[in-house]
Nanobody
């Protein structure tokens, strides 16, 4: 059973930084792609960033490229999203997600199967 548990959200001023984490458990994630999505109030859930657990390229939404960095720690089975130069429009619930990705391209466009419960990030102006 895949379990994803986010943490690290909070309130930060515009221009500040925050790192959210996602503890993954239940199986080996070596064949999976893992990513971050976010949902602002009244809006649909949007892709933010993703990476293959076994390594390889990272992918970012245009709105966060150059400000956010996705990474994972294999030893800790944890996914991270470092968010810098935060803007009020980054305010959202941030979710981590996972999908089986062996033999599949365009991991940023896949339908992710496993989701965490989300962590709130609020950026004040």
């Amino acid at each position: 059973q895949v379990q994803l548990v986010e943490s690290g959200g909070g309130l930060v001023q515009a221009g500040g930084s925050l790192r959210v984490s996602c503890a993954a458990s239940g199986r080996s994630f070596s064949g999976y792609a893992v990513g971050w999505f976010r949902q602002a109030p009244g809006k649909e859930r949007d892709f933010v960033a993703c990476i293959r657990w076994s390594g390889g390229g990272t992918y970012y939404a245009a709105s966060v490229k150059g400000r956010f960095t996705i990474s994972r720690d294999n030893a800790k089975n944890t996914l991270y999203l470092q968010m810098n130069s935060l803007k009020p429009e980054d305010t959202a619930v941030y979710y981590c997600a996972a999908v089986w990705a062996v033999g599949r391209a365009n991991i940023q466009s896949l339908q992710y199967d496993y989701w965490g419960q989300g962590t709130q990030v609020t950026v004040s102006s």
